[in-house]
């Protein structure tokens, strides 16, 4: 059963420290939501309010629509899975998952079924006789995250889960979460400062800074559409690219000047954009979102190559325009070389522009 978390003007400071400022925020019930930002923005406090484990300083915290402000967390119908894997050494695989159950004091009968279900689950039910020091990283992760749903929780808090596992491992149990969640269907929330995990984790990602979420949406609004300076140059790898330009007006058409060159704009924004002529503003960009000419030619944007990154997949180059640097995503196959002066060309459609004041992107519909 799943149940839906609603916090309500939560507030939670330490010190002169605010963690979390005044946050509403609702997780419907089944769904996996994740609370992505830098170190110190608030999201693991923001879990700990939800866990019980640190009692606001105001507003409610609800939990399948009950107030569980002044409860512990034993009583929240939560489990919790920690970056540290907490498992305990001098316990078998089995007795691990089962701790739980036994605090319960469920019938015996009732925790073989359970543990031999949910190691089933996880892939881990070869491994049920063996010691915390017998496994992997990721088999004792496992057994963490087995030993949390063995319970049957409402709600499943999950804190940073895979930081300790190496590349490939964090890949194979980002893939594993993913379809585990699919088929449990408990409402999670999953604290990360890995914006690949968000990204393709999460049902939604809630952005956080300074202990307040900064954007609230799906993984592909959050990426395609920052709703703040921030959150594009937090997400994507390599993150949004930045250029001042200025709006300006010649011959009836509304253009971005970048320097002493123009950058062509989506129609249906001439608009607006008509009556903000000779506002300054941020141009924001994404790497794959840039087309690349070996020569700079007519209305393209001219470009000192600085670096060029072979991926593998792609090439990856880090160009000079103006006093603004840029990456751009480009095929392996292209040939540049340092110093090389090439042509870009801006996808219109995936142009975002920003108040330069405030950092917020302006809206066109």
Known sequence: MAAEIRLENVRKAFGKV???????????????????GPSGCGKTTTLRCIAGLERVDRGRVYIGGRDVTALPPSRRGIAMVFQSYAVFPHMTVAQNIAFGLRMRHTPKDEIKRAVKEVAELLQIDELL??????LSGGQRQRVAVARA?????EVLLMDEPLSNLDALLRLQMRAELKKLHREVGTTTVYVTHDQIEALSLGD??????????????????????????????????????FLRAEVRKADGRVYLAVGDFSVEVHEEWEGKLGEMVGTPVVLGIRAENIEVRPTPEEGTLPAQVIVAEPLGSQQLLTVQVGKDVLKVATSPELSVAPGQTIGLVLTKAKIRLFDEKTGEA????
Request: charged share 25%; net charge negative.
């Open 18 to 36: 605010v963690a979390v400022r005044d946050m509403d925020l609702v997780v419907e019930p089944g769904e996996f939501l994740v609370l992505l």
């Open 204 to 241: 939604r990602i809630a952005v956080m800074r300074d202990g307040e979420i900064v954007q609230l949406d799906t993984p592909h609004e959050v990426y395609d559409k920052p709703a703040i300076v921030f959150v594009g140059g937090f997400i994507g790898t390599p993150p949004m690219n």
């Open 362 to 365: 302006l809206k066109f519909d």
């Open 149 to 153: 749903l063995v319970m049957r929780p």
């Open 129 to 134: 006789d063996r010691y915390p020091s017998q």
